[in-house]
């Protein structure tokens, strides 16, 4: 599957799809570009301040809360499903899959990792926490 490939069919499954927080946001496809997303990188990226923090977490990590049952805090069973799948893209068509945290309270949130052409891409959304 080419990059252009992988990011049709991840906005094909991510579209109508909101990441819960204190405000929910949509989750949307992101082209990061051929460079490594280096701190620096991503708040240019996002032209966020350059002493905007950035930390960084796993991709599981993100989404387990989100794959519990709704009664322990997680998602409905199709939106569960959804965030599976695009898991699963993610993890078979990028090397070195990696979310990245920038700012505090409103943060911006991206899943990037880099495709075989050389392309790093993902997802992004935004979470609200206070």
């Given at each position: 599957?080419t990059?252009?490939e992988?990011?049709a069919?991840?906005?094909?499954v991510v ?10 946001a949509?989750?949307e ?18 032209q966020?301040p ?6 960084t977490?796993?991709?599981?990590a993100l989404?387990?809360?989100l794959l ?6 997680g ?6 499903a ?24 409103e943060?911006?949130?991206l899943?990037l990792?880099k ?11 935004r979470?609200?926490?206070t």
């Amino acid at each position: 599957m080419t990059s252009k490939e992988l990011l049709a069919r991840l906005g094909e499954v991510v579209t109508g799809l909101s990441f819960p927080s204190e405000r929910d946001a949509p989750v949307e496809v992101l082209e990061f570009g051929a460079g490594e997303p280096s701190e620096e990188a991503v708040r240019a990226k996002l032209q966020a301040p350059a002493d905007a923090p950035v930390e960084t977490e796993t991709v599981e990590a993100l989404l387990a809360p989100l794959l519990a049952a709704p009664e322990d805090g997680g998602v409905e069973p199709d939106q569960a499903a959804r965030y599976q799948e695009a898991a699963a893209l993610l993890r078979d068509h990028l090397e070195a899959a990696r979310v990245y945290r920038v700012g505090k309270v409103e943060v911006d949130v991206l899943v990037l990792g880099k495709h075989a052409d050389g392309a790093w891409l993902g997802l992004r959304t935004r979470v609200v926490e206070t």
